[in-house]
T-cell receptor, first 112, second 114 residues
């Protein structure tokens, strides 16, 4: 079963603009991760934020986490055409098991 | 190896046949995960190994699905009596096995049951 949902399901922006994707989840978490997927094949890990962290940066990526609202956001600044992909959030729950539960994904299209 | 390797990359099989999908994780990664992804959906958890044992197999949809990891490295996902609904991309990932680390995914096996 999937843990959460991303919003929006699809997003189309011009190159150079910022892209914001939101993720909501259902249970208490240990950490939340964002992944990128091109062409429906392998996923690439982008960033991990722990439940006791509120914000994290990595290059052009900024992730926030609000555990009270069970939500996270991924911001990609100064987008490029190469950022076109599907983006998924995934959570590791507090149950002790280390497996990831993925959301439904946001399809981002960056128009050159 | 440098990454997670999955073979075959594509598999077409007839309904009712048996298939095996292989995953070769990153050397030293104790945790290995199998996911299934249908078109337009997020990956769906199937099973998670810590070492040789299945730590959580709650995602396996039914008893036609089985996975092994006999030596704590390579894993095989086995599907018996395949059905058209089993068609999907099967993804494998590995990690260091402790929380706080991201997973490394393979490129997946696209299974098509005709």
């Amino acid at each position: 079963s999937q843990q959460g949902e991303e919003d929006p399901q699809a997003l189309s922006i011009q190159e150079g603009e910022n892209a914001t994707m939101n993720c909501s989840y259902k249970t208490s978490i240990n950490n939340l991760q964002w992944y990128r997927q091109n062409s429906g094949r392998g996923l690439v890990h982008l960033i991990l934020i722990r439940s006791n962290e509120r914000e994290k940066h990595s290059g052009r990526l900024r992730v926030t986490l609000d555990t009270s609202k069970k939500s996270s956001s991924l911001l990609i600044t100064a987008s490029r055409a190469a950022d076109t992909a599907s983006y998924f959030c995934a959570t590791v729950n507090q149950t002790g098991a280390n497996n990831l539960f993925f959301g439904t994904g946001t399809r981002l299209t960056v128009i050159p | 190896g440098a990454g997670v390797s999955q073979t075959p990359s594509n598999k077409v099989t007839e309904k009712g046949k048996y298939v095996e999908l292989r995953c070769d994780p990153i050397s030293g990664h104790t945790a290995l995960y199998w996911y299934r992804q249908s078109l337009g959906q997020g990956p769906e958890f199937l099973i998670y190994f810590q070492g040789t044992g299945a730590a959580d197999d709650s995602g396996l949809p039914n008893d036609r699905f089985f996975a092994v990891r006999p030596e704590g490295s390579v894993s095989t996902l086995k599907i018996q009596r395949t059905e058209r609904g089993d068609s999907a991309v099967y993804l494998c990932a590995s990690s260091l096995g402790t929380s706080g680390h991201g997973y490394t995914f393979g490129s997946g096996t696209r299974l098509t049951v005709v």
